[in-house]
């Protein structure tokens, strides 16, 4: 089976714009179940449970939360974080190369490999090397 690019979109640096094909770089072959009471066979619900008040908390009784230390919050309304979303872009724009070793590794959860374009692959070879 061929491989199906999750996004695709642009990556610019001054006046040069290479069309590009986001791919999974690794595939998870995990399967998942669901819990199920043993007694009848029907699956079970979980529930919130608050264990300071000592109740069960349905969802519109839950707000988002980031905790900054151990057991201290910072409450978010979703319309706070919608505020901080950017407006949306298929294009990454390279404002300027910098050495390897000053860049900041990070884990993302799943690995992609970005690929160019059929009609971009010509542009990229017309490109002077550093």
């Not at 179940?33 to 043993?38: G, T, V």
Request: net charge neutral; glycine share 4%.
């Amino acid at each position: 089976m061929a491989a199906r690019p999750v996004a695709s979109g642009t990556i610019s640096f001054g006046l040069v714009s290479i069309p590009v094909k986001l791919y999974t770089a690794a595939s998870s072959q995990s399967i998942s179940f669901h819990m199920l009471h043993a007694k009848c066979g029907n699956r079970i619900r979980q529930q919130r449970f608050c264990p300071v008040c000592n109740e069960v908390v349905e969802r519109d009784g839950l707000v988002r939360g980031y905790e900054f230390t151990k057991d201290q919050y910072v409450r978010f309304k979703d319309e706070e974080l919608e505020a901080l979303e950017g407006e949306a872009s298929q294009a990454i724009e390279i404002s300027e190369f910098v050495p390897l070793s000053t860049v900041t590794p990070f884990t993302s959860r799943k690995a992609t490999i970005s690929d160019p374009t059929r009609e971009a692959r010509s542009l990229i070879v017309c490109l002077p090397k550093p």
